[in-house]
C-alpha cells in the first residue's frame, strides 16, 4: 500500500508541474492572443480592452491559479477564436483519438507477444531470421510514412477501405472501428516490431537462468518450462514497454490523424496554435499528459503485483 501511496503522490506531484510548465510556456511565447483575435487593424485602446476583459492583463500567477481551478472543476476556459466552451470542442474529439491508440496498443500486444515466443522458440532458425529481418526494417520507417504506405496499397489498391471517408463513432461505429484499424496498425508496426524484439531477447535471457536449468532437470519440456516459468519472468520489463508504448501512441496518434484526413484532436491542436488559441492548446497538451501520467501509473501498478519484489527497497 505504501508503494501506491508514493507512486500516487509522485503522479500528483508529476501533474503540477506539467501544469505549470504548460501554463508558463504559452505566457512566455511570442504573439498576442487578443490582437491575433481582432486583427492588425484594430486600434491600441481595443486591444488593450480586449486583453483586459481576457484577464491577460493579470499577474501570471493569479491567471495560472484561475486556470488551474478552472481546470480542475472541468471549466477548460473558452476559445478565443471560437468563442465557445473548450470542453465542447475537445470532449467531442477525444474519444476517436483514444479509440485509435487503444486499437493501436491492442494490435501490439495481440501480434507481437506470439511473434516474440515463436522467434526464441525457434532462434537461430530460418523463421526467426526472417522475422527479424522484418523487424529491422518495419522499425526503420517511421509510422507517419507507414501510414502513407498503407493508404496507398489497402486503400487505392486494394480498396479495402475509402481514404479520407472517416465516418463518425455516433454516425456507424461498426464502420468507425473498421476505417481506424489501419491507422491504428501504423501507429502499432514499430512498437511491435520493438516489442518481439524485446520479449524474444528477455525470453532467451530467462531460459538459460538456474530455474529454468532445474525446470528442465525435473523432466518439463520446453513448452512447459516456458508457459509455467520462464514467460512470467520474461513479459516483467515487456510490461513496461508497452505501458510506455500505449502512451507514446497516444501522443503519436495526433500525427496519424493527419495522414488519414481523421478530424480528431489533431486538427483542432494545430490550427489552435497557429491562431495563438491559448486555452485550447493548454487544454489538449493538459489532457496528453494527464492520460500519459495515468498510464505510467498503472504500469507501475501492473508491474508491482507481477514482480512483487518490486519497490521493497524503495
Known sequence: MKYIIRKFGMMITTLLVVSVCVFLAFSIIPGDPALRMLGTEASPELVEQTRQQMGLNDPVLVRYGRWLT????????????????????????????????????????????????ITAKHEGGILDRCIMVANQIIMAIPPFFSGILLTFVFGMIFRLFTPGGFVNYTDDFSRFIRYLFFPALAIALPKIAMTVKMLRGSLIDESQRDYARTAYSR??????????????????????????????MVAGSIVIEQVFGIPGISRILLTSISNRDYPVVEAIIMGIAIIVILVNFLVDIIYRIVDPRIGLKE
Open 219 to 248: 523432466g518439463n519440456n520446453t513448452n512447459g518450462v516456458l508457459y509455467r516459468h520462464v514467460l512470467k519472468n520474461a513479459m516483467i520489463p515487456v510490461i513496461t514497454f508497452l505501458g510506455m508504448a500505449l502512451a507514446d
Open 70 to 117: 478552472g481546470f480542475l472543476a472541468g471549466d477548460m476556459g473558452t476559445s478565443y477564436n471560437y468563442k465557445v466552451p473548450v470542453s465542447s470542442m475537445v470532449l467531442s474529439k477525444i474519444p476517436i483519438t483514444l479509440t485509435m491508440a487503444i486499437m493501436a496498443f491492442l494490435l501490439t500486444v495481440l501480434i507481437s507477444i506470439p511473434l516474440g515466443i
